[in-house]
């Protein structure tokens, strides 16, 4: 599997895991990652992010987005 596919597949992992544990759609989980940076940041530290646990790596994205603007 090429680094690309699994970069895509690890971030549909990552929102879905956002989704869940914010009680949110996939897509409305997609939008707010986007837009406060969270699935820049999945791509920039991919080779970090993917050996921690998915708990790990949702509260990442949760204190970066809120340095980010958001409110999650």
Same mark, same amino acid.
């Given at each position: 599997?090429?680094?690309?596919?699994?970069?895509?597949?690890?971030?549909?992992?990552? #929102?879905?895991?956002?989704?869940?544990?914010? @009680?949110?759609?996939?897509?409305?989980?997609?939008?707010?990652?986007?837009?406060?940076?969270?699935?820049?940041?999945?791509?920039?530290?991919?080779?970090?992010?993917?050996?921690?646990?998915?708990? @790990?790596? #949702?509260?990442?994205?949760?204190?970066?987005?809120?340095?980010?603007?958001?409110? #999650?």
């Amino acid at each position: 599997m090429s680094y690309q596919r699994r970069l895509i597949n690890y971030t549909v992992a990552c #929102v879905n895991m956002f989704a869940d544990t914010f @009680n949110m759609s996939v897509k409305e989980a997609y939008r707010y990652l986007r837009d406060y940076k969270g699935i820049a940041f999945l791509k920039d530290f991919y080779e970090e992010e993917h050996l921690l646990s998915f708990e @790990n790596v #949702v509260e990442d994205l949760q204190v970066l987005c809120r340095r980010n603007g958001g409110n #999650v």
